[in-house]
């Protein structure tokens, strides 16, 4: 098949065994936030569907407590028969193009700001590329 239909079979997969290890309850204990990295997926934008020919190859897994991100790498074999690789990153958090900066904000700064007004440091680095969303996600 297509590239486009194997990712879209091997995501299906993934959503499904997803599923099935989500944690749907978090917890509001404040935890050890030392160091955490999260990553937020922005949706494409229409030039970047249209030269991916409408095939999204980075699908988020949230797991509650960490998440995973799947890239999905198609590659043509010497035979020429049609192949995905698939690579997982591992985060603390992981956020998709359908989460909220309410909900990121929860999950990920909220539990910094009582221990600031302690006595204590916190901060929060955002990094990427140039248009990716930082001071969206940081002003709303």
Known sequence: GSFKSQIEMLREDHDAEHKLFTETSFDDEPEDMRIRVVV???PM??????AAGDVDVINPLDYGKHGKVLVYQPK???DLT????????????????????SQI???TVRNLIPPFFEGQW???FAYGQTGS??????MG
């Open 40 to 42: 937020r997926k922005r």
């Open 45 to 50: 934008s229409k030039a970047e569907v249209t």
């Open 76 to 78: 043509t074999r010497v």
């Open 82 to 101: 049609k192949q995905i690789d698939t690579v997982p990153f591992c985060y603390d958090n992981v956020f998709d193009e359908e989460s909220t900066n």
């Open 105 to 107: 904000y929860e999950r």
């Open 122 to 124: 916190g901060c929060v």
């Open 133 to 138: 969303g930082k001071t969206f996600t940081m």
